[in-house]
């Protein structure tokens, strides 16, 4: 079955830098690959999402990179806010398959 | 966040008891979930079904079972056989498998005393 590592597993950075959390994947049929921040006591929500005939997708201040041929995928998040400090989990899935999820990122934005 | 929501939002069972946790969604989704979250360990999967009496096993189906009687309702039932059932449960539910965002519930504190 398909196998999602993800790094870090903590994230400090400074209020206004930039934070990438990176993940790798095993199943070479993984072709969904989506992005779920949780804040505290909240419930998971997608902040973005790419598929594998795409190598990039950007939202505001939000951006995921695909490499299909090392098989892994990073978001990045630029000009940090207090309100980005969550919990991030990247996720994999090939087709009519369940999705599999990274152990996940805390991610602290220190003002 | 509406549209799919778990009750009782905190549990306690006695060991040995089973439990059944509820979920239900009124997107009209085909797809269901459950995982469980523990810290450091992320959302592991437990079931999900795609559609109506159809459900499959997840990663971690051991001590747990379900049932999908209905599109709307995924309930969860955490047997005496799950050797440590204490966590953070949540619920999901999806267009389908093909790849789309999944729509978490609130989540079920599960305290086993």
């Known amino acids: 079955g398909e196998n999602v590592e993800q790094h870090p597993s903590t994230l400090s950075v400074q209020e206004g830098d930039s934070a990438v959390i990176k993940c790798t994947y095993s199943?070479?049929?993984?072709?969904?690959f989506p992005w779920y921040k949780q804040e505290l006591g909240k419930r998971p929500q997608l902040i973005i999402d790419?598929?594998?005939?795409?190598g990039e997708k950007k939202d505001q201040r939000i951006a995921v990179t695909l490499n299909k041929t090392a098989k892994h995928f990073s978001l990045h998040i630029t000009e940090t806010q207090p309100e980005d400090s969550a919990v991030y989990f990247c996720?994999?899935?090939?087709?009519?398959?369940?999705?599999?999820f990274g152990i996940g990122t805390k991610l602290q934005v220190i003002p | 966040d509406g549209g799919i929501t778990q009750s009782p939002k905190y549990l306690f069972r006695k060991e040995g008891q089973n439990v059944t946790l509820s979920c239900e969604q009124n997107l009209n989704h085909d797809a269901m979930y459950w995982y469980r979250q523990d810290p450091g360990q992320g959302l592991r999967l437990i079931y999900y079904?795609?559609?109506?009496?159809?459900?499959q096993k997840g990663d971690i189906a051991e001590g747990y079972s379900v049932s999908r009687e209905k599109k709307e309702s995924f309930p969860l039932t955490v047997t005496s056989a799950q050797k440590n059932p204490t966590a953070f449960y949540l619920c999901?539910?999806?267009?389908?498998?093909?790849?789309?965002?999944?729509?978490f519930g609130p989540g079920t504190r599960l305290t086993v005393l």
């Open positions: 996720a994999a899935s090939a087709g009519y398959q369940k999705v599999t």
């Open positions: 079904s795609q559609i109506v009496n159809d459900f």
């Open positions: 199943d070479s049929a993984s072709n969904y």
């Open positions: 999901a539910s999806s267009q389908g498998l093909a790849g789309g965002e999944q729509f």
């Open positions: 790419i598929r594998s005939n795409v």
